[in-house]
Every structure is written in C-alpha cells, then in structure tokens.
C-alpha cells in the first residue's frame, strides 16, 4: 500500500506557544474536540476552550487557517465555550462544554446564545457516580432520529486504575430541553470488571442508520458495541480485534461518503494493572495510526501509521478538502507530563484516503504476524460482499 502523503505536520504549542496559545503555556492542553464547523467550505477553525473553568462565558480563543491548516490566526467577536463539539439544525445551533455537563444553544442562526445544563446518569440514573466523562458526541443526521444529540461517556466507579466503570448514552431530542440515558453497561459475563473494563468511547452514525460505538478496554484490543435505535439501548459489546492498551481512540463519519474512520495506538500493551507503570496495561501510547471501513465496519483498510512516537488522544476533522488528525505528542521513548506534551496537527488529503485499498489476506497476514490485529479479522477478507444499507 502506498501510504498517503501528510501535508501538514507540525506542533502547533511550538509554533503558537507565545502567541495564540500563550494561555496554555504550562498548562494541559487536551487534542479533543477543537474544530468545529467554518463558515465556509475552504476554511478551517478550532475553537479553544480551557479546561478547569466552571465560570467560562466564552472560547478563550478560535483560530482559523486558509491555506489547510498550514497557518493559523486568531479570529475576533463571541464565540461560546465549546470542548465537545457544535452541532446546526436549521437555525439551530448547539455548543457541549464542560464534558457534556453543559450545553449553549442558539435558536437564531448563532446571534444570540443561552446556557443549558445537560441532566447526565448522575442525576437520572444513579446519584454517586459523579460528571460524566464523555469524550464523544455526535448529532444523528439521517433515519428515524435525524437532529438527536448523542454523547457517550464513561463513569468511575471509584478510582481510575484500580476500579471498574460504566459506560452508556446520553441523548436528547427537543435540542436539550430534556436529556435521556440508555441503561449503562459493563463487560459481559463472564470478563473480569475492573481496572475499568471500559472506558472512552467513541460514537459513530453509520451510513445503515445504526449507531456503532468503540471504546478502550483492559482486554489488550479496542471493543464496540451497537445500537439499532438512536443510543436507546446498545447489543452486547463483543471485541474489535484492534490490539491497543488501555488508550484513548477516536471514530469519525466522513461527511460525503460516509465512510469511517478510526484512529488509535496499535501497539500491544503491558500486562502490569498500574496505570502509572511504563508497561502497564495503558502503556505504551506510541504507533498511532488510522484506518478506513466503507462497510459499516466490516472491513478496513491496512491501517496508516500516523506517528510511531508517543501519541496519544486524537481527534479527526475533515474540512477543506482534508482529512486532520491532531493528538497530544511527546518527544522521546517515554510520554511527558500533561503540560510539557506537544499538540501536533497532521493532515491528508481526503480523496487519498477514501481511495486506499481494503485489507485482503496478503496485506493483513504482517499485523496479524506482529500481534497488532486477531487473526480472525481476516475472516472479512476472505469474500466480498455488499453490505446491506
């Protein structure tokens, strides 16, 4: 497989560290959520909100680039806070801040916003569970629940590390008046429940109208699950076969083909339940790469190595014609503090990536030789068949 060419990479704390992302400096600074929707086709835009700030009235700082990401500058006006994306419908706009703990809406086109609190299973479900910690959310745009907001989101059970914890959906259909949750779930039986079990999960709609739903786990691979009705409820979880530690991925829909595409650390972890040990479980975060389906998650292309370094938490956006990913970097073989990581922007263009080949049985056999993907995913490479829409 030829693999596509970045036409972008740089550290963007490096080249903006004294100028639009001084406030950061000696802070943490998450990869998660930045960009949201431009006002035109060829533009791209971040907007940056700090994390930590319960009293935020708005972005601390938005940013746009016209060359593809190559430069950046900051914008001026109002902007809401924003750390889980903004969503359209009509006149309708939504802004999730705060880890889907609160949500701006505007009812005008963006002219005039309103701040909302978003009821999550603390307060619906079971009260003791604490902030949901929500990494994800999307707005379904096609079936029975188009203009249904959907976050997924996690909950400690007690300490990250040592404990279990939750997973499950948040969702509204009246543009956050009133806010739902699916029942929450853990590991099936009879799969150990702790550290964690599941955490972090990404959502996507699929071209099907079904939601899929993929998370980090203790299991040494990435696991998912599906829902057939908007993220009222969820199947079974069963596992992905994608070899990972306990670490952050990421799944997006590409707007035009509806494609998808899931980032994540392909690297076979340690085997120690310390999450603060070099070879733990969660360790190590490096060879993050990307890959494809254009079948509802059925096959994928050969994954695309997007840095072999210590990286970690991506994000995906496509605008401009581009496909960006953004994460948290670290020089070196070992992750640096929260504070010191680097925030690095890559991007590709988009036909490339929508045009590389599925996996077959030769182009998958080295990943499976490497211990990076289970060998039965090379059962869908065996025959072609049209995925049912």
Known sequence: MKKPKQLV???LREVYGDTLLAKWKG?????????????????????????????STQADV???SYDGGENWQQIDGWYPPCDRGIYSWGRLRMSIVKGGQECWRS????????RHKIDNANELHLKGLGAPNCFS???????????????????????????????????????????????????PDPLPFGPEGFGEPAVVEMPSGWLWMVARSLYG????????????????????????????????????????????????PG???????????????????????HDNTRTWTEPVVVDAGQAQYPTIHFAAGRMFIMYQSSPGDEMAD????????VAYDTKEILELPAWNIKTIQPWIASGLVRHWRAVACQTIRDTIS
């Open 221 to 268: 691979e990435l696991w998912q699950a599906i829902s057939r009705d908007g993220g009222t409820t969820w199947l079974d979880a069963t596992p992905t076969g994608f070899v990972s530690p306990i670490a952050n991925c990421y799944a997006v829909r590409e707007p035009t083909t509806g494609a998808t595409v899931l980032s994540w650390n392909a690297v076979d």
């Open 137 to 187: 959310a999307i707005m379904i745009r096609h079936g029975n629940y188009s203009g249904r907001i959907v976050m997924v989101a996690d909950y400690f059970m007690g300490q990250e590390g040592p404990d279990g914890q939750l997973i499950g959906t948040t969702y509204s259909d009246d543009w956050g008046d009133t806010w739902h949750c699916s029942r929450m779930f853990a590991p």
């Open 338 to 345: 929260w504070t010191e990581q680097g925030l690095t922007l």
């Open 107 to 114: 009812y005008d086109d963006g002219q005039h916003w309103h």
């Open 271 to 293: 085997t120690s339940p310390d999450f603060r040990a070099r070879h733990s479980l969660y360790q190590p975060r490096n060879n993050l790469v990307f890959a494809v389906s």
């Open 27 to 55: 802070r943490d600074m998450a990869a998660m959520h930045r960009f949201v929707p431009a006002d035109t086709d060829d533009t791209v835009r971040m907007n940056l909100t700090m994390g930590g700030n319960p009293h």
């Open 9 to 11: 990479h740089q550290d």
């Open 62 to 64: 938005v940013i746009e």
